[in-house]
C-alpha cells in the first residue's frame, strides 16, 4: 500500500514537471512572437515616416512649381499674387506627377512607398494684399470657388494661419503595412510664397509650412 502511494506520487511529480515544461515552452513562444510584431511595427513606422518625408518634399516643389505669381503685377506693386488659378492647378498636377513619379492612372512607380493610385483632395490658393486674402479652391474638374478673409484669421485646412500668399494642397492614397493591411493616407502641405529684400532688389523666397 505504501509502494502505491509512493509511486502515485512519483507520477504525480513527473507530470507537473511536464505541464510546467509546456508551460514555459508556451510562454517563450509567446514572447518570441511578441517581439517580432514588435519589431515589424518599428520597421513599418519607420517606413511610413520616409514615405511622409518623401511626400512632404514633393508636395512642397509641387505647390513650388504651381506658384505662377503675376510677374506684372509684382512688377508694378511688389504685390506677390498667383494669377491664374486653373493654370496653376494645371501646373500642379504636372508636378505631382513628376515629382512622384505618376503613371496615367495616378499609381506611383514605387509601388514599395505608395501601393494604389495618388488623388489630389484639395487644391487652394490664398492670395494676401495687405491684410486682406483672397483664397480660391480648383477642384478636380477645374471648376472654382471663390471667398475672402482676413490675413491671420483665415485658416488653410490643415488649421495654418494664412499670413502670405501661398498655395494649399492635399493628397490621398493608399499605403500597403505588414500582413497585407491596406491604409489610406493623407498628406497636406501649406507653402507661402514670402517677399524678402535682399542687398541690391526684391527676390521672392519660400516658406513651407
Known amino acids: 500500500m505504501y509502494l502505491r502511494r509512493k509511486g502515485s506520487l512519483r ?14 515552452w508556451a510562454a517563450g513562444l509567446f514572447f518570441i512572437l511578441i517581439l517580432v510584431i514588435v519589431l515589424l511595427t518599428r520597421l513599418q513606422l519607420a517606413e511610413w515616416e520616409m514615405v511622409s518625408v518623401y511626400l512632404e518634399d514633393a508636395l ?11 510677374v506684372e503685377e509684382y512688377g508694378t506693386s511688389h504685390k506677390v ?8 492647378y494645371q501646373v500642379y498636377r504636372a508636378a505631382l ?24 483632395t484639395d487644391f487652394v490658393i490664398y492670395n494676401v494684399d495687405q491684410n486682406q486674402v483672397e483664397a480660391v479652391r480648383v477642384r478636380n474638374d477645374q471648376s472654382v470657388e471663390y471667398w475672402r478673409g ?19 494642397s492635399e493628397i490621398s ?36 509650412r
Do not use: W
Request: net charge neutral; glycine share 12%; charged share 25%.
Open 150 to 168: 482676413k490675413r491671420g484669421a483665415m485658416k488653410a485646412p490643415n488649421g495654418v494661419c494664412v499670413e502670405y500668399t501661398g498655395i494649399y
Open 60 to 70: 512642397a516643389a509641387s505647390n513650388l512649381a504651381a506658384a505662377l505669381i503675376d
Open 11 to 24: 507520477r504525480k511529480t513527473r507530470q507537473m514537471q511536464k505541464d510546467g515544461g509546456q508551460a514555459e
Open 97 to 120: 506627377a513628376e515629382n512622384l513619379q505618376l503613371d496615367r492612372e495616378g499609381k506611383c512607380a514605387n509601388r514599395a512607398l505608395i501601393s494604389g493610385v495618388v488623388r489630389t
Open 173 to 208: 492614397f493608399p499605403l500597403q503595412g505588414f500582413l497585407g493591411v491596406s491604409v489610406e493616407a493623407h498628406k497636406a502641405k501649406l507653402v507661402d510664397i514670402v517677399p524678402q529684400t535682399i542687398e541690391n532688389g526684391q527676390g521672392e523666397g519660400y516658406e513651407k
Open 81 to 88: 499674387l498667383i494669377g491664374d488659378p486653373v493654370e496653376a
